[in-house]
């Protein structure tokens, strides 16, 4: 059974910096592109940033030069380091675990980020 486990979620107030851990279980992870979306209230879920097997990222624009994924595949852990916050970044945010080749796709059931004074 697949299993991936975000945490790190709470309360910041804007201007301020949140780290968000996705935990995997039940897959070989070092082989899986990890993604991490999120989804505020009232709007569709939106993709944040990815980082391949190869450790290769890609962040979206809006939250360019203020975040940053990484992984360490020793602890099949995904990483999602988030400064400048501020309220707009205030939603609940997914884990994702994707191989294409073989139409695997796993979620989280996500960690919510609230950004407020």
């Known amino acids: 059974q697949v299993w991936l486990v975000e945490s790190g979620g709470g309360f910041v107030q804007p201007g301020g910096s949140m780290s968000l851990s996705c935990a995997a279980s039940?897959?070989?992870?070092?082989?899986?592109?990890m993604t991490w979306l999120r989804q505020a209230p009232g709007k569709q879920r939106e993709w944040v940033a990815s980082?391949?097997?190869?450790?290769?990222?890609n962040v979206t624009d809006f939250v360019k030069g203020r975040f940053t994924i990484s992984r360490e595949d020793a602890k099949n852990t995904v990483y999602l380091q988030m400064n400048s916050l501020n309220p707009e970044d205030t939603a609940v945010y997914y884990c994702?675990?994707?191989?294409?080749?073989?139409?695997?796709?796993?979620w989280g059931q996500g960690t919510q980020v609230t950004v407020s004074s």
């Open positions: 994702q675990a994707s191989r294409t080749s073989i139409g695997a796709n796993y």
């Open positions: 039940g897959i070989s992870f070092n082989i899986y592109t």
């Open positions: 980082i391949t097997r190869g450790s290769s990222t």
